[in-house]
């Protein structure tokens, strides 16, 4: 438990920036689930977009480093792409 008034206050300024981090990270996963749920629809790249910008936010908060944050736009553009060419694949095959 803290002592002094100053620990106390740090303390205090952790438990805040613990829970908004938490609701940062939070935000970030939904919208890269959200993302990974509808690849291979209509919505993916709207949603690839919103993504983009939650990891933008996320990292420029320093919630993420942004060479994470970069990472895995890189990853979820590829999923993006792989998904959109397995789409023309099967409607060349039909």
């Known amino acids: 438990m803290a ?3 100053s620990a106390k206050k740090r303390a205090l300024v952790a438990a805040k ?3 908004r981090n938490k609701m ?3 935000s970030l996963r939904t919208a890269i689930r959200k993302f990974r749920e509808a ?3 209509e919505n993916a790249p709207i949603l690839l977009n919103r993504a983009f910008s939650a990891l933008d936010r996320a990292a ?3 919630v993420i480093h942004k060479n994470t944050a970069a ?3 890189a990853r979820l553009a590829k999923a993006l792409a ?3 060419a397995a ?3 099967a409607a060349a095959n039909e």
């Open 3 to 5: 002592n002094t008034r």
């Open 17 to 19: 920036r613990t829970a």
């Open 24 to 26: 940062v990270k939070s």
């Open 39 to 41: 690849l291979g629809t």
């Open 60 to 62: 420029s908060k320093g």
């Open 71 to 73: 990472r895995k736009k």
């Open 82 to 84: 792989k998904a959109t």
């Open 87 to 89: 789409q023309a694949v």
